[in-house]
């Protein structure tokens, strides 16, 4: 099967069977979502949902979260992995918001990645879901995925994934495209025991057919 069928047949499945793909992060707005998905890193979605209501009530602006301690926010977020290093990078990043932007997330990956904490993943995360921009953030689970499915092959890193998906996958359809194989990674092709029995991708998957 050649690559751009591959493609075709794999996002035709998505379309037609996962039509509606959304992160399960939950917020409010531009702020709030890269908090949220800063402290999603190496990290579930349901832990970060329990702790970040409280979060955002107690430091509902940049500049409330500017003027707090690394310490208090710890404790709003120590359930999560790394909260310690998070803690610090959120005030970082909070600052660097007031004082850099006036208060206002950016909306381009490079002036993203000048905030504490924030990388490309991070970055790719905020633009697509918050400005439906055509960038493809590459986790554990896409990374899985893509290779499983013959999407990439060989790939030896995030970016190299990234840059694959990109090349083939519509531009106006990225930000969807996204969150179907994260979700598919979560919930089905997972990576000790792929749920290959109940997957309807498995007719176009390299993995499956290798076994």
């Known amino acids: 099967m050649r690559v751009s069928e591959r493609y075709k047949n794999i996002l035709g499945w998505f379309e037609t069977n996962m039509p509606v793909a959304e992160s399960e992060l939950q917020f409010l707005n531009s702020f709030q979502c890269l908090i949220a998905v800063m402290l999603s890193a190496q990290c579930t979605d349901k832990r970060v949902n329990m702790v970040t209501p409280a979060l955002f009530e ?102 190299q994934t990234e840059k694959a998906l990109v090349q083939y996958i519509p531009a106006d359809i990225i930000p969807k495209a996204h969150h179907w194989l994260l979700l598919h990674g979560r919930y089905v092709c997972q990576a000790r025991k ?9 007719e176009f998957c390299r993995f499956f057919h290798k076994k």
């Open 194 to 202: 792929p749920q290959c029995e109940r997957c309807g991708l498995k």
């Open 58 to 159: 107690a430091f509902p602006t940049p500049e409330a979260l500017a003027q707090a301690t690394s310490d208090e926010v710890f404790e709003y977020i120590k359930s999560v992995s790394y909260p310690r290093s998070k803690a610090e990078h959120l005030v970082a990043m909070a600052k660097r918001l007031v004082e850099v932007y006036d208060g206002i997330v950016p909306d381009n990956i490079d002036d993203l990645q000048t905030l504490q904490g924030v990388g490309r993943k991070t970055a790719n995360v905020v633009c697509a879901v918050i400005w439906n921009q055509p960038t493809m953030a590459v986790d554990t689970h896409i990374f899985r995925v893509s290779e499983r499915l013959g999407l990439t092959t060989n790939s030896k890193n995030p970016l």
